[in-house]
């Protein structure tokens, strides 16, 4: 089903951040966006992943137009991970029911295997307040683990590497590739290098939404 934007408008206050934008994706294509910080790029996936409400214009993600039920389709990876002062398997199931199975096929695909089986507890092992005895790369593995055991067709990345040096960057973008395989992927990023190969290129600039080769 896709995604469909027409004529979307968001703010904050007085300050319009988003300004009449129209976005039309097919089911399981893969879409970068770029823009400059501040520049509305985390605004406009919000709005898709159903974290906002859209009140000015027209939001459908897969069918749904309400934001209970677009947050059901979507998996969202943001640049900072959300990690939970829980053990790393809740981290993972946010208190779904996902088998044994599921959860060591997401650490798996996520590249985390090696290190939670080097820990004495496993995926018991607890994850301290903000994620304060985990690198970065982890935690943000931890979060792709999540967004693969959800199983959403549709994947929402925001700038998922940029917090981290090339190297682990350049790991972890090859360990999202199972997490974007056969969904719809709407990429935002301030780096053109980090969505080469996508299907369409588009630029957020001055709350208005263009196709790249047409600035």
Same mark, same amino acid.
């Given at each position: 089903m896709?995604?469909?934007?027409?004529?979307v408008s968001f703010g904050?206050?007085?300050k319009?951040?988003l300004?009449?934008?129209?976005?039309?994706?097919?089911?399981?294509?893969?879409?970068?966006i770029?823009?400059c910080?501040?520049g509305g790029?985390s605004t406009?996936?919000?709005?898709?992943?159903?974290?906002?409400?859209?009140?000015?214009g027209y939001?459908?993600?897969?069918?749904?137009?309400?934001?209970?039920g677009?947050r059901?389709?979507v998996?969202m990876?943001?640049?900072t991970p959300?990690?939970?002062?829980?053990s790393?398997?809740?981290?993972?199931?946010c208190?779904?029911p996902?088998? $044994? !199975?599921?959860?060591?096929?997401?650490?798996?695909?996520a590249? *985390?295997e #090696?290190?939670?089986?080097?820990?004495? /507890?496993? =995926?018991?092992?607890?994850v301290?307040?903000?994620?304060?005895?985990?690198?970065?790369?982890?935690?943000?593995?931890?979060a792709?683990?999540?967004?693969i055991?959800?199983d959403a067709p549709?994947?929402?990345?925001?700038?998922p590497?940029s917090?981290?040096d090339g190297?682990?960057?350049?790991?972890?973008l090859r360990?999202m590739?199972?997490?974007?395989?056969?969904?719809?992927v709407?990429?935002?990023?301030?780096? $053109? !290098?980090?969505i080469?190969?996508?299907?369409?290129?588009?630029? *957020?600039? #001055?709350?208005?939404l263009f196709?790249? /080769?047409? =600035?």
């Amino acid at each position: 089903m896709g995604i469909l934007l027409k004529e979307v408008s968001f703010g904050y206050g007085d300050k319009r951040i988003l300004d009449k934008v129209s976005l039309a994706v097919r089911e399981k294509e893969h879409i970068g966006i770029l823009g400059c910080s501040g520049g509305g790029k985390s605004t406009l996936l919000k709005l898709l992943s159903g974290l906002y409400t859209v009140k000015e214009g027209y939001c459908e993600v897969e069918g749904e137009t309400k934001p209970e039920g677009i947050r059901k389709q979507v998996a969202m990876v943001m640049q900072t991970p959300g990690v939970f002062p829980l053990s790393i398997r809740e981290n993972i199931t946010c208190g779904h029911p996902i088998s $044994e !199975e599921k959860v060591w096929e997401a650490v798996q695909a996520a590249q *985390l295997e #090696e290190w939670v089986r080097s820990l004495p /507890e496993g =995926l018991d092992s607890l994850v301290e307040e903000r994620g304060s005895n985990l690198s970065g790369g982890q935690a943000q593995r931890i979060a792709i683990a999540r967004a693969i055991a959800k199983d959403a067709p549709v994947v929402l990345l925001d700038e998922p590497t940029s917090a981290l040096d090339g190297e682990t960057a350049d790991a972890l973008l090859r360990a999202m590739e199972p997490l974007t395989k056969g969904k719809t992927v709407i990429h935002v990023t301030h780096r $053109e !290098e980090t969505i080469q190969g996508y299907d369409r290129i588009l630029v *957020l600039r #001055e709350g208005k939404l263009f196709e790249k /080769e047409s =600035l």
